[in-house]
């Protein structure tokens, strides 16, 4: 029943920027920690950036200064800021929304495709 779409993923250069949006069918940061995770093929599902309700924030050391994750509450939105961009970072990017009280309530999004080349 709950929908999380992302958008916005494409191919670009590298040093260039993406910024990515999930968009959520209902209003769900109230209790939940959203994220972004990426995976590349044969590969684990790995997180990139990750914010709780209470802005307590996560992420990779290999996007640190790089990926920025925002909430729009209004909007029903997460977002990531990706800057500086290498081709270590081509992936499916998937959005993820984490209920913080029940912890096997968890969804994700369809992915988006990143692709970083020269």
């Known amino acids: 029943q709950v929908q999380l779409v992302e958008s916005g993923g494409g191919l670009v250069q590298p040093g260039g920027s993406l910024r990515l949006s999930c968009a959520a069918s209902i209003s769900i940061f109230s209790r939940y920690a959203m994220g972004w995770y990426r995976q590349a093929p044969g590969k684990q599902r790995e997180l990139v950036e990750s914010?709780?309700?209470?802005?307590?924030?996560n992420y990779a050391d290999s996007v640190k200064g790089r990926f920025t994750i925002s909430i729009d509450n209004a909007k029903n939105t997460v977002n990531l800021q990706m800057n500086s961009l290498k081709p270590e970072d081509t992936d499916v990017y998937y959005c993820n929304a984490q209920n913080e009280v029940f912890k096997n309530v968890k969804y994700w999004g369809q992915g988006t495709q990143v692709t970083v080349t020269s």
């Open positions: 914010v709780t309700s209470t802005s307590n924030t």
